[in-house]
């Protein structure tokens, strides 16, 4: 079945930093890829998504490759502020339409200090 | 548009008790679907609808139920809560029967004593 695996966190960062949260699946077609963010005392949030293989997509300066070939999605950003600290989930759509729900990853914590 | 809107934000029941979680949805989804969240397990699926009167479980659907009167609700109900549901619960809704780019609503802390 569909799963996600992403990289264990907490990831803590300085401001300004860069950063990479890993995240590869596992499907037997080519769904779309999201990551979802949850910043604290909040629901989740779609930061980006991509629809299709070498789709890029991004949202707040934040980027995900959607790569085939290596099945996998790593949400990147140049320059990490604080007010990025949140959780950061990957996420896939099912393949039957309508059951079930989005696979999710277990979700990265990601600490930025000043 | 108020999104999806959950209540109550914060709860403490005993063990035994019954309530209900309120979840609504004003943007006309079809898909409607709720979740718990706990330390280290992610996000699980309870139960999830795919239109009004249609309901089916998810991943971890006992000591819950649900149901699907209208488009705009999708309440939870604790039958006789458990120590064990102690935990975030979150309501999601997305356009059409797909679970696509789902919107979250703001989640209830649940503890049960």
């Known amino acids: 079945g569909d799963s996600v695996t992403q990289m264990e966190g907490p990831v803590t960062l300085s401001e300004e930093a860069f950063l990479t949260i890993n995240c590869t699946y596992t499907?037997?077609?080519?769904?779309?890829l999201f990551w979802y963010v949850q910043y604290p005392g909040e629901g989740l949030q779609l930061l980006l998504k991509a629809t299709k293989a070498d789709d890029k997509g991004s949202n707040k300066g934040f980027e995900a490759t959607y790569r085939k070939e290596t099945t996998s999605f790593h949400l990147e950003k140049g320059s990490v502020q604080v007010s990025d600290s949140a959780v950061y989930f990957c996420a896939l759509p099912p393949e039957d339409t309508g059951r079930r729900a989005l696979t999710f990853g277990s979700g990265t914590r990601l600490q930025v200090q000043p | 548009n108020a999104g999806v809107t959950q209540t109550p934000k914060f709860q403490v029941l005993k063990t035994g008790q019954s309530m209900t979680l309120q979840c609504a949805q004003d943007?006309?989804?079809?898909?409607m679907s709720w979740y718990r969240q706990d330390p280290g397990m992610g996000l699980r699926l309870i139960h999830y609808?795919?239109?009004?009167?249609?309901?089916d479980q998810g991943e971890v659907p006992n000591g819950y139920n649900v149901s699907r009167s209208t488009t705009e609700d999708f309440p939870l109900r604790l039958l006789s809560a458990a120590p064990s549901q102690t935990s975030v619960y979150f309501c999601a809704s997305s356009f059409g029967q797909a679970p696509y780019e789902q919107y979250f609503g703001p989640g209830t802390r649940l503890t049960v004593t």
């Open positions: 943007m006309n989804h079809e898909y």
């Open positions: 609808s795919v239109g009004a009167g249609i309901t």
């Open positions: 499907a037997t077609g080519y769904p779309s």
